[in-house]
């Protein structure tokens, strides 16, 4: 069983700063990616950041590139996403997802799942 735990969501004005931790626990992971996605009411999960296993290659989506920070500690287990000059419209329930293999930004092709955790911009 592998498990997905989000956390460091909250309350922050525009312009602000928020960083989200992912720990995974479970059977041991090797040669996996890990992705950021997050959904709006109303919208379709999108893709927000990746990372691969080493840690080496990272994507972004353009609407938040240059704002936003992905990166891992493997013997940690945990994924971060360094969230800086926030935007109303950033405001969503981020999740934390995880798949064998490269990085990818289509969330069909991640295979686990956290629960998620609510990030709200005010203007």
């Known amino acids: 069983q592998v498990q997905l735990v989000e956390s460091g969501g909250g309350l922050v004005q525009a312009g602000g700063s928020l960083r989200l931790s992912c720990a995974h626990s479970?059977?041991?992971?090797?040669?996996?990616?890990m992705g950021w996605f997050r959904q709006a009411p109303g919208k379709e999960r999108e893709f927000v950041a990746a990372?691969?296993?080493?840690?080496?290659?990272?994507r972004y989506a353009d609407s938040v590139k240059g704002r936003f920070t992905i990166s891992r500690v493997n013997a940690g287990n945990t994924v971060y996403l360094q969230m800086d000059s926030l935007k109303p419209e950033d405001t969503a329930v981020y999740y934390c997802?995880?798949?064998?293999?490269?990085?990818?930004?289509?969330?069909?092709?991640?295979?686990?799942w956290g629960q998620g955790t609510q990030v709200t911009v005010a203007s």
């Open positions: 479970g059977r041991t992971f090797n040669n996996v990616a």
């Open positions: 997802a995880a798949r064998y293999g490269t990085t990818s930004s289509q969330r069909y092709e991640y295979n686990y």
């Open positions: 990372i691969s296993w080493s840690g080496g290659s990272t």
